[in-house]
């Protein structure tokens, strides 16, 4: 029986390696999202039960793909990491089961000893990106890659059209380093399939898979004709005379900047968990109405002191979790294909 689940493990790792492989390196998934979730699960389940079998490779245990060697490597002083999910499926009266958001909520209670506000943002459906500042200049763009090491890809980061190429404003910062988002908009996306589709050329399974692709261009004018968008959603490096006590705080001091974050009717603010979960079904009812495509939200611990006590664990923080969509609501134009582990 055992020897079973071993060997379950060790068939899931490397099948999901393959599926993470054709997401992150090749932008060219086979299978769509909620089957890698699923997937991603039922290893996670197995390696708690059975830890030692865990695999050294498991991706339970890393971020992303691998930086491709085409670009030049740029090495993370902060990590990029992942989010830990956590699902609300429906039940038959279509009523959510939001069972794992309130374990989350309880974990992050007992941590802090404390009642948390949180903070609730749209979980863009796009790749992250880190974009550096200095003396309020972008000097620098970069891709998660492993979470450890991503891709330099400034002079396309710099064709993104509502990236600043100069922070706005004249209290600038030394060194601003911002995180977030790139994605293409549903309109854009719309039509730049018809143009391929006119020019026989390949089409895109969905615009995350478009914006990967578009951002990872060797040729920065193909970017710039993809049109892109950026949307930060928290700050890495920054300096010390900039005080910001709250997650809410740091996007506020990006608007200042310039920086686009998230529009203020995806957001809620001092949320308990009550807040939270209405705030869940209010953006899963609208999601077909935004311009961009979100898989769920990402509810996190607002204040920076509290997210720092709660810390991190392997490959995400504690102190935040994504909450995404129920599964048929995230069916791709991939085609399922029989998954036989
Ligand atoms: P994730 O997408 O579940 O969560 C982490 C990422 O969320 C961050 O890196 C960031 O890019 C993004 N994000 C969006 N909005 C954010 C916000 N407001 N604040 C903070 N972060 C925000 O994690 P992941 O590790 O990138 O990818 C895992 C997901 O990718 C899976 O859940 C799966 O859906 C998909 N995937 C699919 C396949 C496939 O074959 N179809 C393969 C691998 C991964």
Not at 197 to 225: C, M, V, W, Y
Not at 243 to 255: F, K, P, Q, T
């Amino acid at each position: 029986m055992s020897s079973a689940s071993e060997q379950t493990i060790i068939d899931l790792t490397a099948l999901l390696n393959r599926y993470a492989h054709e997401y992150y390196d090749l932008d060219a998934p086979t299978v769509p999202d909620a089957e890698y979730d699923r997937l991603f699960r039922e290893l996670q389940a197995l390696e708690e039960q059975y830890p030692q079998w865990r695999q050294p490779d498991s991706p339970s245990m890393r971020v992303g793909g691998r930086a491709q060697q085409k670009f030049t490597a740029v090495v993370h002083q902060i990590p990029m990491l992942s989010l830990n999910n956590a699902f609300s499926p429906l039940d038959d009266n279509n009523q959510f089961d939001h069972s794992e958001m309130h374990a989350f909520d309880k974990r992050v209670r007992d941590g802090l000893g404390a009642e948390p506000e949180y903070i609730v943002e749209p979980k863009f459906d796009g790749l992250a990106i880190s974009l550096l500042y200095r003396d309020g200049l972008l000097v620098q763009a970069s891709t998660r890659g492993d979470g450890y090491t991503g891709e330099d890809v400034t002079a396309n980061a710099r064709t993104i059209v509502n990236v600043p190429l100069r922070l706005h404003g004249d209290n600038m910062p030394d060194i601003l380093e911002v995180r977030g988002e790139v994605l293409m908009l549903k309109a854009d996306f719309e039509r730049l399939n018809a143009h391929q589709q006119a020019e026989n050329q390949k089409t895109f399974a969905n615009p995350r898979n478009a914006a990967a692709g578009s951002l990872r261009q060797l040729d920065p004018k193909i970017t710039a004709r993809r049109r892109l968008h950026f949307y930060a959603y928290g700050i890495a490096r920054l300096d010390e005379h900039f005080v910001a006590d709250s997650h809410s705080e740091e996007l506020a001091l990006l608007a200042r900047w310039g920086l686009t974050v998230p529009p203020q009717n995806t957001l809620c603010y001092q949320a308990d968990i009550k807040k939270v979960l209405a705030f869940y079904e209010h953006i899963y009812q609208i999601r077909a109405d935004l311009p961009f495509g979100i898989d769920g939200v990402v509810i996190k611990v607002d204040n920076l002191a509290q997210q720092e006590q709660l810390g991190y664990v392997a490959r995400a923080p504690r102190f935040a979790i994504a909450q995404k969509f129920p599964a048929e609501e995230m069916l791709t134009t991939v085609e399922a294909i029989d998954v036989q582990v």
